[in-house]
């Protein structure tokens, strides 16, 4: 018989073995989990001792021993939390931080009513890849806020960053006749698209463009922004990025705005200075 267990999960297991005569003071290792009789002993966690004293005047027979183990929630196949958990439901310690980027159209939805908002539901997506990257989502994993179809081509980028603050449930705007995005296909009991919740961080006081992004990667075509899948898969709403990517998108933003301080420390330096004679002749 095959049995598993996760290194954490909360169970009771009772193990029968038959023991008789002098068998005095043992040490039971994690190594004899899989043991015969007379010692039958499940362990779910290394590094852990078990001691039994047994004297010698002791017959036993089926004897029942009972392990128990800590609580940690269930997780998906993906990694993410059980559908729909919140904050204050996920441990964030036991799953590495992911990074994404979240494409809105600013008529539509921008960065400033979700700093208005704090928290905004983001449905709507109907693409079958871009809600699959909704689905492994965790809670406080990051994403870049970008705005598409802006007005002008220096106003499509990324302006902000949010963060995750629910994992992925059906999207119940599938369900609304009266939502753009009804999809008359789904039930509730069978709804194929899904929702996150997301959380408001930062508005970034500089665009980084994508016309920005495709000069660089134009520049450098085997460097790292040069295979973007915001480039690659320009048409999907949703895209991971990994920690790389995420890091030298930061850092391209900050260099940015390094160069508007800049920019705006000289041109105030210009105008306090733009009639030099009239100032030395006021001294």
């Known amino acids: ?24 003071r043992y040490w039971l290792p994690h190594a004899w989990a899989h043991t015969t009789p007379p010692f039958i002993l ?22 029942s021993l009972a392990f128990t183990a800590n609580t940690m929630p269930k997780r998906n ?21 992911q990074y994404f980027l979240l494409k809105s159209e600013p008529d539509d939805y921008s960065i400033s ?12 997506i109907r693409n079958y890849q871009a809600r699959n990257f909704l689905r492994t989502m965790n809670v406080g994993d990051r994403a870049f806020f970008y705005h598409s179809k802006a007005q002008t081509p220096d106003l499509t980028g990324i302006v902000g960053t949010c963060k995750i603050s629910r994992t992925a449930q059906p999207d119940t705007s599938a369900l609304d006749p009266k939502s753009e995005y009804y999809d008359a296909k789904c039930t509730k009991e069978d709804c194929k698209w899904d929702s996150v919740l997301v959380e408001y961080e930062q508005s970034f006081p500089v665009v980084l463009s994508l016309k920005d992004i495709k000069e660089i990667a134009r520049k450098e075509p085997t460097g790292i922004i040069a295979g973007l899948p915001l480039l690659k898969q320009s048409r999907l709403s949703v895209v991971s990025l990994n920690r790389d990517e995420w890091d030298e998108l930061m850092r391209l933003i900050k260099t940015k705005i390094s160069m508007l301080d800049d920019n705006h420390s000289f041109n105030n330096y210009a105008q306090e200075n733009k009639n030099p004679r009239k100032k030395r002749l006021e001294k």
């Open 113 to 124: 009513d979700l700093q208005r908002d704090g928290t905004e539901e983001w449905n709507g």
């Open 1 to 24: 018989m095959h049995m598993h267990f996760s290194r954490n999960s909360s169970f009771i297991i009772f193990v029968k073995f038959s023991i008789r005569g002098g068998l005095g």
């Open 77 to 97: 196949h993906v990694g993410a939390n059980v559908r729909g958990t919140t904050d204050n439901e996920s441990n964030n310690a036991e799953t590495p931080k």
């Open 42 to 63: 499940v362990s779910t966690a290394a590094k852990t001792r078990w001691s039994t004293t047994l004297k010698s005047s002791i017959s036993c027979s089926h004897t």
